[in-house]
């Protein structure tokens, strides 16, 4: 059973880079054909895809979040992150990571963004 775990800081002050880590266990992000991705639900507002990398390191992003968002993996720790850079308030949601094929999420992270 694949499991996405995220971790990171729940409060980041605007115009910081905000970073998330997901965790993938039970599976390996480099498996052929899997992509992960990371998606975003602002409070009162639906989901978000934010971005996605593959199984051999490529990234495809959201055209209105490219400019400041940036996704990495480390395939040893069977990790994939995100990294938000510049952000204000209105980039506070609940950050998930899932499988791009929807089947596996994490729980959710609040991250909000202070003035």
């Known amino acids: 059973q694949v499991q996405l775990q995220e971790s990171g800081p729940g409060l980041v002050k605007s115009s910081q880079t905000l970073s998330l880590t997901c965790t993938v266990s039970?599976?390996?992000?480099?498996?052929?054909?899997?992509?992960w991705s990371w998606i975003r639900q602002p409070p009162g507002k639906g989901l978000e895809w934010m971005g996605s990398?593959?199984?051999?390191?490529?990234?495809n992003y959201n055209p209105s979040l490219r400019s400041h968002t940036f996704i990495s993996r480390d395939t040893p720790l069977n990790q994939f992150s995100l990294q938000l850079s510049s952000v204000t308030p209105e980039d506070t949601a609940v950050y998930s990571c899932?499988?791009?094929?929807?089947?596996?999420w994490g729980q959710g992270t609040q991250v909000t963004v202070s003035s």
């Open positions: 990398i593959s199984y051999d390191g490529n990234t």
């Open positions: 899932a499988s791009s094929d929807w089947n596996y």
């Open positions: 039970g599976g390996s992000i480099t498996a052929s054909n899997h992509y």
